[in-house]
């Protein structure tokens, strides 16, 4: 009987969980449909999930359009650096905060919580203040160190969290073998928190490659604008869309963080597995 109530169970939440994933996953179909319908079935009064006569003609007017591949060499370019940077900044502080617990461990978690308090509006025209001093408006470096600044509060939480799973008795045992410091920090906790900094490096990556908010605000020229800056340009004067290329242009700029997910959810999880097991 408990056998049975166990296996209803667990049907139960695969049943659950795929009913979620079917949520979570709809608006994306739909805009890989959109993308490849032609502008008679965009006017349908009955559209359909599977596109009748799939076109391509989205993608060349989107591209024909608006400077799409410079766009996104803008983006890639302030998600890899801001991600690199925040992973940098944060892998130490992250350290120093789960092992020397007191008032700065206090006072970096308290900086989190208030940090993810503050709404983007509030803090953009002192940040642009800020930056126009520092001659970094309509400037990519400018853009990177605010997506820095953003990541970093909670991905020193994450990173911190990661730290703690890793147990001090592993460095105590490399420091009884003679090691130092530094060689203990390289060589025993480097390699078990790479899944975590790979997870933190991912989150900073989608993070600065979805922001539009800041990027609209501090970015002034065309050739300098990001990905989702440029997608608002699909709209027309009166605010009405130009679905499909707009449709092709939003299923493209989706594409780099699913695929980046994709290569990188194997080394996380299998990082976790490997650093769970002490030989």
Request: contains cysteine; positive net charge; charged residues 10%.
């Amino acid at each position: 009987m408990n056998t049975r109530t166990g296996k209803a169970a667990r049907t139960g939440q695969y049943a659950a969980l795929l009913c979620y994933l079917l949520f979570l996953a709809l608006p994306f179909l739909w805009l890989v449909s959109t993308a490849f319908k032609p502008a008679r079935e965009l006017g349908s009064l009955h559209p359909s999930w599977i596109p009748e006569n799939p076109t391509l003609d989205n993608f060349r007017q989107a591209f024909e359009e608006q400077p799409l591949l410079g766009a996104a060499g803008n983006s890639l370019t302030a998600a890899l650096c801001a991600a690199l940077i925040t992973v940098v900044i944060a892998t130490p502080m992250a350290y120093v905060t789960a092992r020397h617990r007191g008032r700065l461990s206090r006072a970096a978690t308290g900086w989190v919580v208030v940090s993810q308090a503050f709404p983007f509006v509030l803090i953009i025209i002192p940040l642009f203040l800020v930056l126009k001093k520092l001659h970094l408006i309509n400037s990519l470096a400018g853009l990177i160190l605010v997506y820095v600044v953003w990541s970093l509060p909670f991905a020193l939480w994450m990173l911190t969290g990661y730290v703690r799973a890793v147990p001090p008795e592993l460095e105590e045992a490399a420091a009884v073998d003679g090691a130092g410091k530094a060689r203990t920090l390289v060589s025993v906790t480097a390699p078990l928190l790479a899944p975590g900094i790979v997870a933190t490096a991912l989150f900073a990556f989608i993070t600065a490659w979805n922001e539009f908010f800041f990027a609209l605000v501090l970015l002034k020229t065309p050739e300098k604008q990001t990905l989702p800056v440029v997608l608002t340009h699909f709209l027309g004067a009166e605010g009405v869309a130009d679905l499909g290329p707009l449709a092709a242009a939003a299923f493209l700029a989706t594409l780099p963080s699913l695929v980046v997910f994709a290569l990188i959810q194997r080394r996380i999880t299998g990082g976790l597995a490997a650093g769970a097991v002490k030989d």
